[in-house]
């Protein structure tokens, strides 16, 4: 009887030790911030070839005196998390792929051997934070602290070309 009271017991601690460590790995906004950020848009591509993929590139523009104390890490959009990368003087991309315009070779059959070759379903990981259509959260580190900022508003634009995803 006192084994069974030790296991329960030490169950249940484990279980009230991980649901505290799941809070402590949530991503806290900020507040205020000190991130001086222009502008936020994004741009949808899709390449006129059939089947050579499609997506959408949100740019973060930020002024020409931005704080060099500060990188700009990964941006959150729509479901999605993507590194930003720096593309030319105050800019900064980030890339996202869609499934619009990629092939969907799936092979349907009674004969488990003939759907050896299809891909496995994609699973969304549990995404960090609850956004609107139009909001992003851009991540940046400030020294050697890691901080995340929410953006509203974010306007779409027409891309000039289909190869302007390039930028």
Not at 27 to 50: C, G, H, M
Not at 87 to 101: D, I, L, P, R, S
């Amino acid at each position: 009887m006192k084994l069974i009271k030790q296991i329960t017991f030490f169950t249940l601690l484990s279980l009230v030790m991980m649901s505290f460590s799941q809070c402590a790995s949530t991503k806290k906004l900020e507040s205020e911030t000190t991130l001086d950020i222009k502008e936020v848009f994004y741009k949808e591509w899709s390449n006129p070839a059939r089947y050579t993929g499609s997506g959408m590139n949100l740019y973060v523009i930020v002024p020409s005196d931005f704080n060099q104390e500060i990188t700009l890490d990964s941006v959150y959009f729509r479901n999605k998390q993507v590194k930003l990368e720096y593309a030319k003087e105050n800019v900064y991309v980030g890339k996202f792929e869609t499934e619009k315009n990629k092939p969907q070779d799936i092979v349907m059959s009674s004969d488990p051997k003939a759907e050896y070759g299809n891909a496995f379903p994609k699973i969304n990981k549990l995404f960090p934070f609850e956004l609107k259509e139009d909001e992003c959260v851009i991540s940046y580190k400030e020294g050697k602290k890691t901080k995340y900022v929410k953006l509203p508003n974010i306007k779409k634009r027409q891309a000039k070309s289909t190869l302007d995803h390039r930028m």
